[in-house]
């Protein structure tokens, strides 16, 4: 069984060197344009694995069994092929999956954001929707960080991780192979569901445009639980409604934003702005440094904008999410509706068409 | 010529005690809910003016003729009614004018906010709108503040106030009346410009709302220039292009907010931001205590609300002021839409009716 892990940054950096370490035959590779480290983990000739490994062993010095910049050349043999790459990266890849990968080959994206939707709607456009088996997780199972030059920092494994393919009838195809490198993602209904699960959608876009101040001055700097307010929280909960709305047309008893983060974090709260502050985890971090962090550029484009946008072929009130939307759109110049992964990039359509609103407004 | 200050807040301290000391009869009155200050007054039997006065009179002991909370008493022969208070506190005052004032009052609302279209609406729908003249200016012509029991300071009285009474045939006989207590008042179209050209609508609310974690954290906090940041200005910019849209329905040539304070302040400014920044002015302020502030809880009723309302029934696209807008909704658990002054409140529909999207939005 070969793995092509696509990505340079500290996912992929992580992911195949855990996996090489477990004994996997498993190459990394990233298009030229973002392969400055994988230039350098080639001339340092592997990774220098600190923290956890998910096999038990000793963390220690470890080679992927290839390490490029030629894509196609991974693709072509791989049996797995996991795109570690943020949102806005991961069309260049899919194209050349598409190109070079091999048939029957299972795609696995990592962290929700609607990402195995809009490859398998690239593939129905082509009439090759069943040459892959599109994955999605709802978050990376590791927490990762870049300590130094080729040295990455595993500082977790996850424990529960939503898994689901589309189509879903595939899922436990998938899960019979994923499950023996990962045992820890579990079966959930559908990638509509992984999806709607990642907590970033809310979490990470309100309460950072609402410090909009604060971040543009100071950012980074260092907060704790996302300097989160009680009308913060008030907002988060409005837009939540919305999404819990949604996802009911789509998988069966989706759980508010609350009730995740209390089962999560094992917490009795009785709103979100009391959650959130409950979380040690969340004691010390750093803001963003502004406006264009991924905060903003990813999680609103490629997480609210689709769910927002679905709700509106499903004929759902959305209007508090496109307030949030629509404030990073002003703030940053840029249309996040044409540009994000909207319901016509995912192929999503309402049937039957109940639609009542224009899905893209003008900015 | 017999003039009624309606209202116990520092503006209405300052102008009764200053028409007073410049010889005018002047009556203060205020509502019994709103009457603690009537009773410290009536107490003291007067008013100590500190700073400036219109008549150019040394700042003095002064003496309104009536201080009382017999609100219809002083309306009976008052020929012209000043209405000093908050948007949100004037029905009260303006359901006793229409019941006990007298007839040809004219009646002068001071800071815009779409106050003279509500209150002749109400005349409307009585068929008493010849009853009365509606004036508004487009701010308060003096800048106050309380400085003790009974005493209050008067910073700064305005040279250039816009003026314009509903219907705008009306402006002139209005104005050959005020001009001799206020010289300082000018002409302008109509009561749109009064009210279109308050600059909060835009200056208050967004730079408030865009810094809501400190500002619940932290306020009131010193802060300068509002805390504005280059993100908040460009949010500003586009809501003000809608405003600017909207307004050129309604009056000739409406200036931009850019304009606006490059105008007063005198500057050279490219964009929000640097104005903004630029105002010696805005040097020392104290932030907001919270979202209950004015800034929120008048600014978005009385102000964004009436505009973003007017521009659904002339067909213009708002959906920047919308976001704004349920920003403040969604903070404060209010639905702005309902409870502020929106088209119909004051009366506004377009004809022909070319409006394409629901008024009210379920909050």
Redesign the interface.
């Known amino acids: 069984m070969k793995i092509a892990v696509l990505g340079s940054g500290h996912g992929g950096v992580a992911m195949s060197a855990d996996l090489a370490l477990s004994g996997y035959d498993v190459s990394l590779a990233a298009v030229e344009e973002h392969s400055v480290n994988i230039k350098l983990l080639r001339s340092l000739d592997g990774i220098k694995i600190e923290g956890f490994t998910s096999s038990g062993k000793t963390p220690q010095f470890t080679k992927p069994k290839v390490i490029t910049e030629d894509v196609p050349f991974v693709l072509k043999d791989a049996d797995i092929i996991m795109v570690i790459v943020p949102s806005f990266a991961q069309s260049v890849y899919t194209d050349l999956i598409i190109k070079h990968g091999k048939i029957n080959a299972l795609v696995l994206f990592p962290c929700g954001g609607f990402s195995a939707l809009e490859f398998r709607n690239k593939l129905k456009i082509l009439n090759r929707e069943n040459d892959f088996i599109a994955c999605e997780t709802s978050s990376f199972i590791y927490t990762t960080k870049i300590t130094g030059p080729g040295k990455v920092l595993i500082k977790g494994i996850k424990d529960n991780v939503y898994f689901a393919a589309a189509p879903s009838e595939r899922t436990g195809e998938a899960l019979s192979v994923i499950n023996q490198i990962y045992p820890q993602f579990k079966k959930v209904h559908n990638v509509w569901q992984t999806s709607f699960s990642n907590p970033s959608a809310v979490l990470h876009t309100i309460?950072t445009?609402?410090?909009?101040?604060?971040i543009?001055?100071m950012g980074p700097y260092r907060y704790s639980h996302y300097?989160?307010?009680?009308?913060?929280g008030?907002?988060m909960e409005?837009?939540d409604r919305e999404r819990v709305e949604i996802a009911k047309h789509l998988f069966p008893n989706p759980p508010s934003f609350l009730e995740t983060m209390c089962k999560i974090y094992n917490l009795q709260a009785e709103n979100i702005y009391q959650a959130v502050k409950s979380v040690n985890a969340y004691n010390i971090q750093f803001s963003p440094d502004?406006?264009k962090h991924r905060y903003v550029t990813e999680d609103i484009p490629y997480s609210l904008v689709p769910i927002a946008t679905i709700g509106k072929e499903l004929g759902i009130?959305t209007?508090?999410m496109?307030?949030?939307i629509?404030?990073a759109c002003?703030?940053?110049?840029e249309n996040y509706w044409l540009t994000g992964r909207n319901a016509q990039k995912i192929g999503f359509e309402a049937k039957p068409k109940i639609k009542t609103e224009n899905l893209v407004?003008?900015?």
Request: one cysteine or more; glycine letters at 6%.
């Open positions: 309460p445009l609402l410090n909009m101040s604060r543009e001055q300097d989160i307010t009680p009308c913060i008030k907002i409005a837009v502004g406006m009130d209007h508090n496109d307030a949030v629509n404030i002003m703030a940053n110049g407004l003008a900015l």
